[in-house]
């Protein structure tokens, strides 16, 4: 699976504590074997952002990514439930 990261993504991501970018990390080698594997609770979003998906890094910080094509995924964003306004 390839995956390519926004520039929000990337901005977003420079600016999590150190702890959330580790988490993170693993969650991400989780998501490359199984986008919805039990661990990551991945979930379709609804609303505006109803073309794009969930997955969780610990109780508050999430990824919101989109799948493009088969195997390409698209990070858009990640933080708390804030980066869902």
């Known amino acids: 699976m390839k995956i390519y990261y926004s520039s929000k993504f990337a901005k977003e991501y420079k600016r999590l504590p150190q702890k959330v970018k580790n988490q993170a990390k ?3 080698k989780i998501f490359r074997k199984d986008p919805f594997d ?6 379709k979003l ?3 952002l109803k073309e ?3 997955f ?3 109780y508050e910080p999430r990824i919101i990514f989109e799948f ?3 195997d390409i995924v ?3 964003s990640v933080g708390t439930h804030q980066i869902y306004r």
């Open 26 to 28: 693993k969650k991400e």
């Open 38 to 43: 039990k661990r990551l609770k991945t979930h």
């Open 46 to 48: 609804s609303g505006k």
């Open 52 to 54: 794009y998906y969930s």
């Open 56 to 58: 969780s890094i610990d």
């Open 68 to 70: 493009a094509k088969k």
């Open 74 to 76: 698209w990070f858009h």
